[in-house]
């Protein structure tokens, strides 16, 4: 079988692991510190924080940003529901906004469309490593006075205009959980221009504990903190990352390329000026009479992995159907009848697509066989 996710784990991670067992220093610490310095170079930010996982990171953003129970924040209904519900950990609003047919990423004048009194914030989410478009969402936070979440939990290696993504907002999240382009096996991380937000979030990651150390706390915190050993597979992660990200790369170009003109089959478009960080290939058949339901389970009786994700959109989530019955903020909060959302892009983006195979450990002579499949089962 083809796998669409096989962690790239050698040598070099075990070394550093080894190292960080043998010091006995497990904690976050030095190497964490390391982890930081290195992704900063990478990324561009000026300071990065790490976390014990995305959904902390982006938590950690809401909270350093002060959105408060009631206030809305926009984002997409195609994603991880952790976007979604770390709006909610703290008693805000989700407002869906629908995305676009081909890029799959919010589309901007749908969340303009949303924007009401009550609007904080927008969180767009660089889908499975697509850049969303930055400048037209960026301009309308400055419009309507809103701030910018980048939810780039995905998008390891994507950038717009040689500028990587999570710099555009005023913070990103990054997740470094066990299928992502750079893994720790668990971990994530925030990026920011903003000396002030850096402290609040190093503040608040670390029980409300003032930067400088020591017990003094001078807010209710959380522990959000990641470890060395985490960090040490993430230090040897980075070292590699550029090479794996051209091998994703490597793959998708051979999918849009041999597979351009095949009737009913479409891939993700990325925008204008982006450069995709191809955490996930995602086809598409836009014929009615082959789903992506059988289209997965030819490729896995070709021994090609598959799957689909974010089928069913956050708003349609058993949860979300019933947060005003159950949900501890609902006492405090009204929020929305999900059941009455609908946003036809997403559910239709939802049904149709499918995983394809791209991550480095797929060869050339892996995808020449992926392509000569796909070709049959849409022929």
């Known amino acids: 079988m083809i796998k669409f996710i096989d962690p790239q784990i050698g040598q070099e991670e075990k070394d550093g692991v080894k190292e960080v067992l043998d010091s006995k220093y497990l904690a976050e610490g030095p190497v964490a510190r390391e982890f930081e310095k290195k992704f900063s170079e990478y990324t561009g930010?000026?300071?990065?924080?790490?976390?014990?996982?995305?959904?902390?990171?982006?938590?950690?953003?809401?909270?350093?940003?002060?959105?408060?129970?009631?206030?809305?924040?926009?984002?997409?209904?195609?994603?991880f529901i952790a976007s979604s519900n770390s709006i909610l950990f703290d008693g805000a609003i989700p407002i869906f906004a629908d995305i676009d047919p081909e890029t799959y990423n919010l589309n901007p004048a749908k969340v303009e469309e949303k924007i009401t009194k009550k609007t904080k914030a927008i969180m767009p989410v660089h889908i499975f490593g697509n850049p969303c478009d930055m400048k037209a969402l960026k301009d309308m936070a400055d419009?309507?006075?809103?701030?910018?979440?980048?939810?780039?939990?995905?998008?390891h290696g994507a950038s717009i205009d040689g500028k990587h993504v999570g710099n555009f907002g005023d913070i990103g999240c990054f997740s470094f959980y066990a299928t992502k382009n750079l893994t720790f096996g668990e971990g994530g991380a925030i990026v920011t221009q903003d000396e002030d937000l850096k402290d609040e979030i190093l503040c608040l990651r670390n029980h409300g504990r003032t930067p400088k150390g020591g017990y003094h706390h001078t807010r209710i915190g959380f522990n959000y903190r990641t470890t060395n050993i985490c960090s040490a597979i993430g230090l040897a992660q980075l070292e590699k990352l550029p090479t794996?990200?051209?091998?994703?790369?490597?793959?998708?170009?051979?999918?849009?390329?041999?597979?351009?003109?095949?009737?009913?089959?479409?891939?993700?478009?990325?925008?204008?000026?982006?450069?995709?960080?191809?955490?996930?290939?995602?086809?598409?058949?836009?014929?009615?009479?082959?789903?992506?339901?059988?289209?997965i389970e030819e490729l896995k009786a070709n021994d090609i992995g598959s799957r689909q994700i974010y089928n069913v959109p956050s708003y349609k989530q058993p949860a979300y159907l019933e947060l005003n019955d159950?949900?501890?903020?609902?006492?405090?909060?009204?929020?929305?009848?999900?059941s009455k959302v609908c946003c036809p892009i997403s559910e239709r983006v939802g049904k149709n697509h499918f995983e394809i195979p791209i991550q480095p450990g797929v060869t050339e002579e892996n995808m020449q066989h992926i392509v000569s499949v796909l070709r049959k089962i849409f022929s």
């Open 326 to 338: 159950y949900y501890y903020w609902s006492k405090f909060v009204k929020f929305p009848d999900y």
């Open 45 to 79: 930010a000026k300071h990065v924080i790490v976390t014990s996982n995305g959904t902390t990171a982006l938590h950690l953003a809401i909270r350093a940003l002060d959105i408060q129970p009631g206030d809305e924040v926009i984002t997409t209904p195609f994603t």
């Open 244 to 295: 794996m990200q051209e091998a994703r790369t490597r793959n998708a170009s051979i999918l849009q390329k041999e597979l351009a003109d095949l009737e009913g089959f479409a891939m993700q478009k990325t925008p204008k000026g982006g450069k995709h960080g191809w955490h996930i290939a995602a086809g598409r058949t836009d014929k009615t009479d082959l789903t992506a339901t059988k289209i």
């Open 143 to 155: 419009d309507h006075d809103l701030k910018i979440i980048e939810d780039a939990c995905q998008a």
